[in-house]
């Protein structure tokens, strides 16, 4: 798979990227249905005690579910 890989509201730093495509493709070993993936990494509403925080979202594709649907669970 080709994963498409988005950063909001941060700069892109190359080693974050590398290190996701790294996991995807570690994934992809485990459950090699894997049609298709988007990463999105965001900063999220900062707070100044915590430091920053990080919303991720992964979103996989496989054959035979609909968006918002996992096929193993059924």
Known sequence: I???????KIRTPAVLETDIRR???KLETLI???IGA????ELADR?????KR??????????GATEGQN????
Not at 47 to 51: I, Y
Not at 54 to 63: A, D, F, K, L, M
Not at 71 to 74: H, S, V
């Open 71 to 74: 096929p193993a669970c059924q």
């Open 47 to 51: 707070h100044h005690r915590d430091g």
């Open 2 to 8: 080709e994963p498409t890989v988005t950063f909001r």
């Open 38 to 41: 988007h990463v999105l990494v």
């Open 23 to 25: 996991r995807l493709a």
């Open 54 to 63: 990080w919303r991720v979202r992964i979103e996989v594709s496989v054959p």
């Open 32 to 34: 090699p249905e894997i």
